[in-house]
């Protein structure tokens, strides 16, 4: 049945209007009766550009307080958002926006060329607003916005997220981390990826601030979390790794009480240094498909099991096609999963079946249920009839002083299928691939150890910092590269 | 959309195993493991006696250990629990248990006499279990109890409960009071009754302990509040006069963080009693069609808006049929209010119109939106052309020295159509008509002031306590009363 709420933002403006709703590192800070009076403001103005009920409206811009406003205002009028990726070239945004059918493109800067119809949000605050009502109370099986997976082969994908999808994904994460009124949400990653968005989307339904950084800045992050009463702050690996580096001797406040890790798996070695240093570092699995973490390790769980990503969130299940124990595909069911990707039953039916969303990733869970994730299914090597997962090598090999990060695919091999090759990104010139490989096979049995390495300053990674392993293969092909 | 979620309390012994689910007052404790192995091994039995989806079952047992097995137990099998009130006579439970069709009903002591078949949970547990899958997902949309309203005219209702109105309300609650981990709920109002009940799914959902005592006690109430690190405690209005009255110059520890107040209106001048011994009671209101509380008072406003129930929860709306400010009847929607009456198409629609429960309660909005509830519709007094509101009354008698309860219904008059008079229960038997008059004239408009007043030992109260006053018109028909 379609539940009913009231829109969440004018409920928040109503139960909390003086609360602080979001804060900029500038030090401006928005409440929820202030937010939801711009975001009101802006969709009668968007209604001016005949937005109206199902429109697709695309936003392109960094996590700036128009965006925001653009995200709910959309919402008033019962658009549909659909969240580009500021990285993308031309050719894939257009892409997008074809699919999408959007009509026009809500941009913060006007520096990108784009075929299609754009505004900026500038350009929308000048025009003059037209009456009409607003959406009062929210339909959650109703679409809110449309996210494009990276899609690392084939065409890239329209996740469709119910404004349900949303309210349950929040839920769940409550049920987990519980709720203090004191609570205040660090957001540097993007809100045109699903992770930033669930922020946003959790300081809403909550009601408590999201402290948003424009950019992922490393030092502003650290001094978000030092001295701004952050308690919560969504990471990736990279970002842990930039913390336990400036936090030299210090710790953090105890009111700080948990940094969600997400963006796949991380070295153990890491996780034990940020354990050392007192951060509360929660492991978490989720993709765009699942509305963010849809896995995450309990806190009191989260010492103990290092390097499990937990278990399903209060209103999600898991189940592994393998035997117990095993590795197998990992598929997940919950509320906060997608109903399916936009105009694209082909690819909804072959994902999600009874509700089970088949994920690619590869995994499996201990005696007790805790998950691990081992790797992407399609980067899995087959080298002579061994499995090996590029991630146990790339957690090696970061872990070792003066690799900064490393990446590892399988390369084409006559007799063994595929043999595994490293990438690497040093801190310091001198290290050598022979020093790299000699710590490789102290660490690794020896069909694991990579047959070659090579060395590039940074390696690829996607807007949500994920490794993009498809480019690395680029890079074979290209021949650009030398091994050393 | 139908949304399915894992079976909650399996789910719970997935997440919190080892986490105390129940605590008794005799000392013992149930995990989540262990309360989910106990149900699945009672529906095991309860199968044999032929329960299946769809079944009706009873339930007609005090706040015992077996109850709250028997309802998880009737979830793993899809069948209906209906909850008895032990207080009902033998016509009223048959009526009820004949109108939602039960089965049997499950009884945990032998001492009442019914034509309906029944079954001692002790004689369950004796059965050899029959094997079979149980029920490992719930699907929100599916009716989980039915709990008959007490219906102070006509017949009475039985108010179908989905999962999802549990859900919802726990949610609810959630948003509005936080969740720690450390959060213990004390539970002395009756499982049988929405707002015990309530509070065992919230422990399942939050996976936090119940401390359940078998039935209200106020030493036992008390203690548990003082030494049992309860963190939240659901009351009505006459256990916060025991506490207070208990509390002497004693604080209750600072972990007592929500006194949740329901059963009707409370007097202004026992708010500020209990403010006074920094007791946390937050006003709320609710009723069996919405679950228990939909709109509460917020901890930040509890103290600030003395009288007033507060604003509805975050899923949940509120309207009131009357111009801003003043009194009419308050209408309710949210997905935690039932869906409708059991076989009983009328009544629903009646009740219940594009979502909008009518409450058959009168009250109005403050200038910020804060509910004040002042009576039930149909208690309204109408004495020449002014309205009259009982519990105006109610309020300013007991409020004086001396009189533990007060009760005002309207009697017919001649002249005036209707007069209010006054039953009262007295703390010390000196205390006289012409005292009562005395004070009420200091604090009331000549209209509003009791024309008769009458003693009784103790005001008549359902089941949830609160006060019924049809029983008092009943005292008026009966003439068994004098007028001192």
Redesign the interface.
């Known amino acids: ?6 829109h ?1 933002l004018s ?2 403006a ?3 209007p003086k609360q602080t709703a979001i804060e900029l590192a500038d030090g401006t800070t928005y409440t929820f009766l202030e937010l939801k009076e711009r975001s009101q403001l802006f969709a009668r103005k968007l209604r001016m550009l005949g937005v109206r009920a199902g429109s697709k409206i695309g936003i392109l811009s960094t996590n700036h307080i128009d965006m925001v406003i653009a995200i709910h205002a959309l919402t008033y009028l019962k658009a549909v958002g659909v969240l580009l990726n500021i990285r993308l070239t031309k050719q894939e945004l257009e892409y997008q926006l074809s699919d999408a059918g959007v009509e026009f493109v809500l941009v913060q800067e006007d520096d990108r060329e784009l075929d299609s119809k754009t505004a900026l949000f500038s350009d929308v605050w000048k025009l003059h607003g037209q009456q009409g009502e607003l959406s009062s ?1 929210i339909n959650l ?1 109703e679409t809110f916005t449309i996210i494009y997976t990276s899609g690392t082969t084939g065409f890239p994908k329209g996740v469709v997220h119910t404004y ?1 999808n949303h309210w ?1 994904s929040a ?1 769940g994460s ?2 987990n981390l ?4 004191q609570d205040k949400w660090l957001a540097a990653v993007p809100m045109f990826h699903v992770s930033g968005l669930s922020i946003l989307l959790r300081s809403v ?3 408590i601030p999201v402290y948003m950084l424009e950019n992922y800045d490393k030092q502003q992050f650290h001094e978000a979390l030092m001295n701004k009463g952050v308690t919560i702050a969504s990471v990736v690996t990279m970002m842990v790794k930039d913390l336990i580096n400036q936090l030299s001797d210090d710790r953090y406040p105890d009111t700080l009480r948990c940094l969600l890790l997400g963006g796949g798996p991380a070295p153990e070695s890491l996780l034990e240094k940020a354990k050392a240093r007192q951060m509360p570092v929660f492991q978490s699995y989720g993709m765009t498909e699942t509305s963010s973490q849809i896995v995450t390790l ?3 769980k989260a010492l103990e099991k290092i390097g499990s990503s937990g ?2 969130l ?4 898991l189940k592994i096609n393998a035997p117990d124990g095993r590795v197998g595909e990992i598929y997940v ?3 906060m999963v997608t ?1 399916g990707y936009f105009n694209n039953a082909e690819a909804t039916k072959k994902s999600i079946k009874d ?1 089970w969303l088949a994920t690619g990733d590869l995994g499996y869970t201990d005696r007790e ?1 805790f998950l691990y994730v081992v790797d992407r299914r399609k980067d899995l090597i087959i080298s002579g009839a061994e499995n090996i997962y590029p991630t146990e090598i790339e957690k090696v090999l970061s872990a070792m002083e003066g690799i900064r990060e490393a990446g590892v695919i399988g390369k084409a091999h006559e007799k063994w299928g595929q043999i595994p090759v490293a990438f690497v990104a040093v801190e310091h010139p001198t290290i050598s691939t022979d020093d790299i490989l000699a710590f490789a096979k102290n660490h690794l049995a020896g069909y694991k150890v990579p047959k070659e390495i090579y060395f590039l300053d940074n390696l690829p990674r996607n807007a949500s910092n994920k490794l993009v392993r498809h480019k690395l293969q680029d890079c074979l092909i290209d021949n650009d590269f030398q091994s050393h």
Do not use: C, N, T
């Not at 049945?1 to 009231?6: D, G, K, L, S, V």
């Open positions: 049945m379609a539940e009913i709420i009231p969440w409920k928040q109503d139960l909390a109370e099986d349900g349950w839920a409550m049920l519980g709720l203090s009124k339904i909550y009601g309990s806190p009191v278990k399903p209060f209103p999600a299940q069911k919950g509320p109903k509700g249920g």
